[in-house]
């Protein structure tokens, strides 16, 4: 069960837009190691991270579903996370994205 302070936190982040998961997620645990590099900079080391995340698919869902451009996210780079858009749109939803 939640303290009452974690609930507080909890509904501070429901108000801010926050998703719940973000607070379990394993890169909040590692300040040190970048999630948002330089294009040619290595990913491998958030990609380590995020391996062993417990809400990596969420983190991931939260990404392709916001359509965010930056960053490792759920494991997946800007580029993976396009090619994984990409492979998942039919053409009718191109044509209609277009």
Do not use: N
């Not at 009452?4 to 379990?24: K, N, S, V, Y």
């Not at 380590?48 to 698919?57: E, F, G, T």
């Not at 960053?71 to 994205?97: I, K, M, Q, Y």
């Amino acid at each position: 069960m939640a303290t009452e302070a974690e609930f507080d936190a909890f509904l501070t982040d429901l108000a801010r837009g926050i998703p719940a998961w973000h607070r379990d997620a394993l890169c909040a645990e590692y300040p040190h190691v970048e999630f948002f590099v330089d294009r040619g900079e290595a990913t491998e080391p958030a990609k380590a991270i995020c391996a062993r995340c417990l809400v990596r698919d969420d983190c991931l869902a939260y990404a392709l579903t916001e359509r965010i451009a930056h960053g490792v996210w759920g494991g997946l780079s800007e580029r993976e996370r396009r090619r994984l858009r990409e492979a998942a749109e039919t053409p009718d939803t191109r044509e209609r994205a277009a």
